[in-house]
């Protein structure tokens, strides 16, 4: 089960200014390996000095773009620029990237002082851009959220651009200025945590981040920004959203986050059941406020 985002942290972040957009730029990056489209056509801008993370499961692209900027890999196609100056022909010494990968520590130290130090070199070269890959997941939980604190507070700091990947969203939605959702090797959405958790723009966003209810609904009508829908015999008011286009009656998913449920005494609403039985969809939407 996906750990519950904290609504409390999502609300407090914010993304920098916009002024800084494009320190770090992909122009329709992509990369294959054989038969494999690890990253496809990705166009992203990474502002100067946030912390900017990556976020998908496994085979999702994420580690992929990280070494295309990086310049361990060359794309296939498309353009990486790193304040202002192309470098998708410049090898990574001359990037003045600073990089923490998962595999490459010293070995005699605890967990933790291994990541100090490998995070201590990453930054002694006072790296214009700090590429950071999953460099927590072998930590304990206390431990893995002391250093996410040390991170935010070192970065803070130094105003150092940061690239941070992971597969753990609650990291993610924690320590992030803003989040790229990957799967499959394509960028799915790009948001602060708020944004990202309450306003996903597809199907596989809203129901990777965050523990999520999925009610079987059906679809009476729409009608302009507002839409009708059925849960058994109660009527629900909604966003039109991704409902356009559907015809009245077509079944539908509407997506809820558990904090936003509320048990109400017997009698005032309509009868509700739980189940898990799946039946064909054709169009989903969902509803975070």
């Not at 100067?48 to 692209?61: F, M």
């Not at 010293?106 to 490998?118: C, E, W």
């Not at 409902?243 to 009698?267: D, K, N, S």
């Amino acid at each position: 089960m996906k750990n519950r985002a904290e609504t409390s942290g999502i609300e407090q972040k914010s993304a920098p200014p916009a002024g800084g957009q494009g320190f770090v730029r992909l122009e329709g990056v992509s990369k294959r390996f054989g038969d494999v489209v690890a990253l496809h056509e990705a166009t992203l801008d990474v502002r100067r000095g946030e912390i900017l993370t990556l976020l998908g499961p496994s085979g999702g692209g994420k580690t992929t773009l990280l070494n295309l900027v990086a310049g361990f890999l060359l794309p296939d196609s498309g353009a990486i620029h790193i304040a202002g100056q192309p470098v998708t022909g410049v090898p990574p010494y001359r990037r003045e990237i600073g990089v923490r990968l998962e595999d490459r520590r010293p070995r005699q130290l605890s967990g933790g002082q291994q990541q100090r130090v490998a995070l201590a070199r990453a930054l002694a070269i006072s790296p214009k851009v700090l590429l950071l890959d999953e460099p927590f997941s072998a930590l304990d939980k206390n431990l893995r959220g002391s250093m996410q604190l040390e991170l935010k507070e070192i970065q803070r700091k130094l105003g150092v651009t940061t690239i941070f990947v992971t597969h753990d969203q609650s990291e993610a939605l924690s320590l992030s200025d803003r989040i790229v959702v990957l799967s499959e090797g394509r960028i799915r959405q790009v948001g602060t945590p708020g944004e990202i958790y309450r306003r996903p723009t597809e199907r596989f966003v809203a129901s990777f981040v965050g523990d999520v209810n999925v009610l079987r609904a059906r679809l009476e009508e729409v009608d302009g920004e507002a839409a009708q829908i059925a849960i058994g015999a109660a009527k629900l008011a909604v966003p039109a959203g991704t409902l356009r286009g559907c015809a009245p009656g077509a079944p539908v998913e509407l997506f809820i986050r558990p904090e936003q449920l509320r048990l109400a005494e017997t009698g005032t609403r309509p009868p509700a059941r739980v189940s898990s039985r799946p039946i064909p969809i054709r169009a989903v939407m969902w509803i975070f406020t």
